[in-house]
């Protein structure tokens, strides 16, 4: 289950990959151990079986890749929220040399790899976004697979974006608003996204608060990738109205 009570299953989850950075190159060090966890995974609305290892993995990264250098190649400051191992951090300063990174966890062993890794860290709690942490002007904020574990308590963080004047918001998360839910296996992620207690309503959210002109969003769209239960790799990206 997502949610508060898992903060200690990410203290150890990440703690494991903290020791494996004495023990194996940088880039395999920081992959979390919850890929390739089963050998099928959700590709096109149905399940395949890949020939390749960890190709759900190399598919995020994929998606990942593709946002960074749409988006981010020119960027001053970056925040990723639930930042984890910080493996996404690696592949963004790959894109981006020059901007300053920021890798933002409540995991106290996850703050420790980012500083390992050379980037700017501090705890932070999404549940509970302390006002007192303020984001530099203009910085762009991410988050791949965080906000899933928030359910329905998203509120927060979101005006706490707004609140500091992001310049961009770029989520890969679990959206159940653009599933299908005719398509059996899109029905089984929604299912299994709701006991989960996974990210619900978020962009049913965003929607009402580009209506009132509160945000704009650019992007919107899923990439038809996820796991074995859940197509958890949508794609939303959207900005403060100015």
């Not at 920081?30 to 890949?50: A, E, N, S, T």
């Not at 310049?167 to 059996?184: F, G, R, T």
């Not at 929607?207 to 990738?225: M, S, V």
Request: hydrophobic fraction near 40%; glycine fraction near 6%.
């Amino acid at each position: 289950m997502a949610g508060r009570e898992r903060i200690r299953q990410w203290e150890k989850g990440w703690q494991e990959n903290l020791a494996e950075l004495r023990l194996r190159p940088m880039a395999e060090a920081v992959i979390p151990h919850y890929f390739g966890k089963y050998p099928v995974i959700r590709f096109k609305q149905d399940l395949i079986k890949p020939i390749s290892t960890n190709f759900e993995y190399k598919s995020l990264a994929v998606i990942t890749d593709w946002l960074l250098e749409k988006y981010f190649k020119k960027a001053r400051t970056v925040y990723e929220f639930g930042c984890g191992t910080g493996h996404n951090l690696v592949r963004l300063r790959e894109i981006n040399r020059q901007a300053e990174l920021w890798g933002l966890d409540w995991a106290k062993s996850s703050q420790k790899i980012i500083k390992k890794l050379g980037f700017k860290t501090a705890g932070f709690d999404l549940f509970k976004p302390d006002n007192k942490f303020k984001l530099k002007p203009s910085s762009i904020v991410f988050t791949v697979a965080s906000l899933e574990q928030l359910g329905k308590e998203f509120k927060p963080i979101v005006k706490y974006w707004l609140k500091n004047q992001i310049k961009l918001c770029v989520n890969i998360e679990p959206i159940s608003e653009l599933l299908d839910k005719d398509n059996q296996w899109d029905k089984l992620s929604i299912v299994y996204a709701k006991r989960r207690n996974y990210l619900d309503g978020y962009l049913t959210y965003l929607r009402q608060l580009e209506e009132e002109g509160e945000i704009i969003i650019h992007q919107a769209q899923r990439t038809y990738i996820g796991s074995l239960f859940i197509d958890g790799y949508s794609v939303i990206v959207w900005s403060p109205k100015i």
